[in-house]
């Protein structure tokens, strides 16, 4: 062990730095400050697990650590670094570990979920998403409850499982509706109905009912200017929808929007989101007007250019 004694405070600066870099990530993307972050956890976390401290202490510097560790493989999966991401989650199951956090280490496992729809390990993220609502047994809150059973719809939803996609949306509405004021730990508290509207926009583009993906993803916008990598990926769901609709117009419209709000933002799921919506506009919709007219605007915003340049 180390000669520097830890205490409270050491914990709540680490929990006050990740919050500030969690910021950052939701505002500008993982590719902002992930660096900056992972040189924190090397040069002033990792140094300060060594030191000395009480057994409670301890368990609140390893929950602290954790979190931080899912944010620096968050914002690496963001960036498009999936096995630094993996490898990251890993670290911070452990640290869940420590602390004794079951409930901790499901946020963990919801967040690797996440991650593993976006790569097309549609079945792998359904048992993650699953095992994330079970582990933590009668711990569970119900917001976590909710957010674990959203990242089940989605894989769901991604493997044609309308049924089963429907029951775990519903029992994520459930159980998001029983949700008080102080009933849930800090790290969950970004997901309410706004970000379980989004997940019904998410799934239900996914399961081609367009029209349900419009009229459930439209409230699942922010527009705080803090939420800016939310809100555009359920913009550009909401320009996929409408594409699937046959409303070019209305998509090509909806997806400008969508490609301003991706103009601060450093993100590979986002170019990646710009590239779906790219393989959704037909033929006949190139050759009409409308896209030429969205084609002028869009070559102006970086993202646009982003995916028109990359192989």
Same mark, same amino acid.
């Given at each position: 062990m180390?000669?520097?004694?830890?205490?409270? #405070? %050491?914990?709540?600066?680490?929990?006050?730095?990740?919050?500030a870099f969690d910021m950052l990530d939701g505002k500008f993307g993982g590719g902002h400050a992930?660096?900056?972050?992972? !040189?924190?956890?090397?040069? %002033?976390?990792?140094?300060?697990?060594?030191?000395?401290?009480?057994?409670?202490?301890?368990?609140?510097?390893?929950?602290?650590?954790? &979190?931080?560790?899912?944010?620096?493989?968050?914002?690496?999966?963001?960036? /498009?670094? *999936? /096995? #630094?991401a993996q490898r990251y989650f890993i670290q911070a199951l452990r640290m869940a570990q420590a602390a004794g956090d079951r409930l901790l280490g499901g946020s963990v496992l919801s967040a690797m979920s996440h991650q593993a729809?976006?790569?097309?390990?549609?079945? &792998?993220?359904?048992?993650?998403?699953?095992?994330?609502?079970?582990?933590?047994?009668?711990?569970?809150?119900?917001?976590?409850?909710a957010q674990y059973r959203a990242m089940e719809a989605r894989a769901l939803a991604r493997l044609g499982d309308a049924r089963g996609c429907d029951l775990a949306l519903a029992e994520a509405e459930r159980q998001l509706s029983k949700r008080t004021e102080g009933s849930d730990p800090a790290y969950i508290s970004y997901f309410d109905e706004v970000e379980l509207a989004a997940e019904f926009g998410h799934c239900f583009r996914d399961l081609e009912r367009s029209v349900q993906a419009t009229e459930r993803g439209a409230s699942g916008i922010f527009g705080d200017g803090l939420n800016n990598r939310s809100d555009f990926f359920v913009t550009m769901v909401q320009a996929d929808a409408y594409i699937s609709q046959g409303e070019a117009g209305r998509a090509f419209e909806?997806?400008?929007? /969508?490609?301003?709000? /991706?103009?601060?933002?450093?993100?590979?799921?986002? #170019? !990646?989101?710009?590239?779906?919506? !790219?393989?959704? #506009?037909?033929?006949?919709?190139?050759?009409?007007?409308?896209? *030429?007219?969205?084609?002028?605007?869009?070559?102006?915003?970086?993202?646009?250019?982003a995916v028109n340049t990359q192989p």
């Open positions: 180390g000669s520097r004694s830890i205490g409270a #405070v %050491d914990v709540d600066m680490v929990r006050s730095t990740t919050d992930r660096r900056a972050l992972i !040189q924190y956890l090397h040069t %002033d976390v990792r140094p300060m697990l060594d030191g000395t401290y009480s057994a409670d202490v301890g368990k609140r510097a390893y929950a602290a650590v954790a &979190e931080a560790l899912r944010l620096a493989a968050w914002m690496s999966y963001d960036s /498009g670094l *999936h /096995g #630094v729809t976006f790569v097309g390990r549609y079945r &792998e993220a359904a048992t993650l998403a699953r095992a994330a609502f079970t582990g933590p047994s009668g711990s569970l809150t119900p917001t976590t409850a909806i997806a400008l929007d /969508g490609l301003r709000l /991706g103009e601060g933002l450093r993100s590979a799921r986002c #170019v !990646q989101y710009v590239r779906e919506f !790219q393989g959704r #506009v037909t033929s006949g919709m190139r050759r009409s007007s409308e896209f *030429h007219e969205f084609s002028e605007q869009a070559r102006e915003l970086r993202i646009w250019e």
